[in-house]
RNA sequence: GCCGUUGUAGCUCAGUGGUAGAGCACUUCCUUGGUAAGGAAGAGGUCGUGAGUUCAAUUCUCAUCAACGGCUCCA
């Protein structure tokens, strides 16, 4: 007999060789029926694997986490037995469990797949399910999995074997299709009720596009057909506040052909969303002891030479146009021009920290597949600035810009994102990153102090960095699940040398300064893209394009609305009257599919007592009020930028 | 850039080898109506672009451009 501890601390005792499936059993059948695997020991296993020494047992159900990857990763096995009865002689590289399903990377040879054969793929998984056949794990040495693959001709899983140890490989067979894996598994097909494949991709091998690209095709599988009806409806409801959507509807943006992909025009009431926001950035950045500062559009190569984004960046700016022998390139990032605005000047430690702000528009040559709305385009404004300063500065500096974001995240209610500091692969050094093996870890350390101790919460990634130096990311996701970094605060230690910008120091000595670039609202094009999502086109009242519109019931009192009007615009409040000839039905679900903040329903009565009946888009009738009131409020409610 | 899908009116979308339709939006008229769609009439499209097949192409084929879903990449 063996003790096998329970997650609540009760422990019983079983024989030995027992399954986790076994012990659900003995508890009872129903929840037998939900198992789809078992932390052992703190390790996912099968179900069905003999326990054979005393352990903690977690049972997994679809609604922990490991009990959903599970379930997804015998999906990919499962679809992946479906694609060979198809499509025999396929080749199979890997095929994991993801965020909200499964894929399976494949070789398909010369043949196509199309969106019509996904619909019979579907059908044959199904059916393949019905038979309840069982996911059996079988231990293999590396010289019998070395010589199955080698007769099956798949030099994708031989190259999966080579990283594989003798011992420890592991196949997996359910019904007539083995593969390797190191599971675990479902204990068999039947528990698969409802499966969606959802979409052909190219993925490139081991994720290098010098590769060969293999064909992915992901999917969605569900114990039943209600939760996958219920993921669908998510996912469209999710659409509807993906911000290509809404920026067409609320006329922020567009696109158009004879200008360029990723090239956006801003329509007017985009245009007042970025004059809000600028206004934000100039006061906050007035408070915070920034300059302002104002660079061309373009430089010499040279200066790209200097900075050394040219061997970087190339690929992902605009060709250069040359005159006179002379090359121009448009600017990709703001930073070598202030560092040429530092340089202007010679500078003393008493001038530091100099902090150089400017909403600055660059141009990137993204290609043209990662081109996406808002969110990824080639022409970007943004909310830049670089602080130079000392050594000793630094920590003070940083932490500050830390305070600026977290105070602009406060005022826009964004809760919903991970701080993400980016440091330097050693391996990379001189390739990816600057040659600078101790600063990298002297300013990486200075970061890290940062943020441990403001207490922000935050993730270390390698091999993010940018290339002179560590930085912060603000990573969020978009309304379909997409991950964008939203912000940027970086460290550079590199191109202070490379442009020789140097203070003279306490000691009258030359001093090279640490240069912190930061970009707390990101550009214009992500952040709204990402607002209209965050606020599903709801903007407060300090955004929205249009604050107030006064709906008169008919045109008797539009004399009157036209006086409101005026004296709403008087006050600087964005208004409108909707003069149509329509009902006042008509006209208010208009302007709340427009999402105005404010509706001012004006009538008989309203125009004989000089007030307006008020009405909050989503909330319906708030009743009356004097209008310099209403106007009043509405004023402070702007100015304080709240939320409404 | 690569793999897959799509491209018809301002928007959302039907449809067809014999040069096109709906709803909304728009214009005009009737209606002056109190908190999410009043009624009528009208106007609007060389069916993304270019070539090919055909007596005939928006429809079939190819190329190209753009968008979308991924990969790679990134603020």
């Given at each position: 007999m063996m003790n096998i501890t329970f997650p609540d601390g009760a422990v019983r005792q079983y024989e030995k060789g027992v399954t986790a499936l076994d012990i659900a059993k003995s508890i009872s059948e129903g929840l037998a029926r939900?198992?789809?695997?078992?932390?052992?020991?703190?390790?996912?296993?099968?179900?069905?694997?003999?326990?054979?020494?005393?352990?903690?047992?977690?049972?997994?159900?679809?609604d922990d986490k490991g009990g959903k990857s599970t379930f997804w990763h015998s999906s990919a096995h499962l679809m992946a037995e479906s694609i060979e009865s198809m499509f025999p002689g396929v080749k199979f590289w890997v095929g994991p469990a993801v965020e909200n399903g499964f894929y399976y990377d494949i070789d398909l040879g010369d043949r196509h797949i199309s969106e019509d054969d996904l619909r019979k793929l579907e059908v044959k998984m199904a059916e393949l399910a019905k038979q309840n056949n069982a996911y059996v794990r079988k231990a293999i040495p590396k010289a019998e999995?070395?010589?199955?693959?080698?007769?099956?001709?798949?030099?994708?899983?031989?190259?999966?074997?080579?990283?594989?140890?003798?011992?420890?490989?592991?196949?997996?067979?359910?019904?007539?299709?083995?593969?390797?894996?190191?599971g675990p598994h479902l204990p068999h097909t039947g528990l698969i009720k409802a499966i969606?494949?959802?979409?052909?991709?190219?993925?490139?091998?081991?994720?290098?596009?010098?590769?060969?690209?293999?064909?992915r095709i992901y999917?969605?599988?569900?114990?039943?057909?209600?939760?996958?009806?219920?993921?669908?409806?998510?996912?469209?409801?999710?659409?509807?506040?993906?911000?290509?959507?809404?920026?067409?509807?609320?006329?922020?943006?567009t696109f158009d052909d004879d200008?360029?992909?990723?090239?956006?025009?801003?329509?007017?009431?985009?245009?007042?969303?970025?004059?809000?926001?600028?206004?934000?950035?100039?006061?906050?950045?007035?408070?915070?002891?920034?300059?302002?500062?104002?660079t061309p559009h373009i430089a010499k190569e040279s200066m790209y030479l200097t900075s050394g984004h040219l061997p970087y960046y190339q690929d992902s700016m605009y060709p250069p146009m040359e005159l006179e022998g002379i090359k121009y390139y448009l600017k990709a990032m703001n930073c070598p021009h202030h560092h040429k605005i530092f340089?202007?000047?010679?500078?003393?430690?008493?001038?530091?920290?100099?902090?150089?702000?400017?909403?600055?528009?660059?141009?990137?040559?993204?290609?043209?597949?990662?081109?996406?709305?808002?969110?990824?385009?080639?022409?970007?404004?943004?909310?830049?600035?670089?602080?130079?300063?000392?050594?000793?500065?630094?920590?003070?500096?940083?932490?500050?810009?830390?305070?600026?974001?977290?105070?602009?995240?406060?005022?826009?209610?964004?809760?919903?994102?991970?701080?993400?500091?980016?440091l330097h692969e050693p391996s990379?050094?001189?390739?990816?990153?600057?040659?600078?093996?101790?600063l990298w870890i002297e300013t990486e350390e200075m970061v890290r102090q940062v943020l441990k101790e403001t207490g922000t919460p935050y993730v270390e990634v390698p091999d993010e960095?940018?290339?002179?130096?560590?930085?912060?990311?603000?990573?969020?996701?978009?309304?379909?699940?997409?991950?964008?970094?939203?912000?940027?605060?970086?460290?550079?230690?590199?191109?202070?040398?490379?442009f020789k910008l140097e203070y003279t120091n306490h000691n009258n000595e030359a001093d090279t300064p640490l240069i912190i670039h930061r970009a707390p609202l990101g550009t214009h094009e992500r952040f709204i893209g990402f607002l209209l999502e965050h606020y599903a086109g709801k903007f407060p009242a300090w955004l929205a394009p249009l604050q107030v519109k006064i709906l008169p019931i008919s045109d008797k009192f539009m004399d009157y609305a036209k006086t409101v009007l005026s004296k709403l615009k008087k006050a600087g409040i964005r208004s409108e009257v909707d003069d149509r000839n329509e009902k006042i039905g008509k006209k208010i679900r208009d302007t709340e599919l427009m999402k105005v903040p404010y509706m001012l329903v004006i009538g008989e009565k309203e125009m004989n007592e000089g007030k307006v009946a008020i009405r909050r888009q989503g909330k319906g009738d708030l009743g009356t009020k004097d209008a310099d009131e209403f106007i009043q409020e509405v004023k402070t409610e702007i100015e304080e930028r709240r939320e409404g």
């Open positions: 939900k198992i789809i695997a078992a932390e052992v020991n703190g390790e996912v296993w099968d179900a069905t694997r003999p326990i054979e020494n005393d352990a903690t047992l977690k049972l997994l159900t679809w999995a070395i010589r199955y693959f080698t007769e099956k001709g798949d030099e994708y899983k031989l190259d999966l074997l080579q990283g594989l140890n003798d011992g420890e490989i592991t196949f997996y067979t359910q019904g007539a299709f083995t593969d390797l894996c190191r969606k494949l959802t979409n052909i991709a190219g993925a490139y091998w081991k994720g290098d596009e010098k590769n060969k690209q293999l064909i999917g969605v599988t569900f114990p039943s057909q209600k939760q996958l009806d219920e993921y669908l409806q998510m996912l469209e409801e999710a659409k509807k506040r993906d911000h290509r959507k809404l920026g067409k509807e609320l006329a922020i943006f200008v360029g992909p990723g090239l956006p025009l801003w329509l007017p009431n985009g245009t007042v969303i970025i004059e809000e926001l600028e206004k934000l950035a100039k006061e906050t950045e007035e408070d915070a002891g920034y300059k302002r500062v104002v340089a202007a000047e010679p500078k003393s430690y008493k001038d530091l920290p100099l902090r150089l702000a400017e909403y600055g528009t660059c141009y990137r040559y993204e290609q043209s597949g990662e081109l996406f709305g808002l969110m990824r385009v080639r022409c970007l404004h943004m909310n830049d600035a670089h602080i130079y300063c000392t050594k000793d500065q630094f920590f003070q500096e940083f932490k500050a810009v830390n305070d600026m974001y977290l105070k602009y995240f406060k005022i826009f209610g964004i809760d919903k994102y991970v701080m993400r500091l980016s990379k050094l001189g390739q990816k990153y600057i040659n600078e093996p101790e960095g940018a290339f002179y130096g560590p930085k912060i990311d603000v990573q969020i996701w978009s309304a379909i699940g997409r991950e964008f970094t939203l912000a940027t605060n970086q460290v550079d230690f590199a191109q202070g040398r490379r």
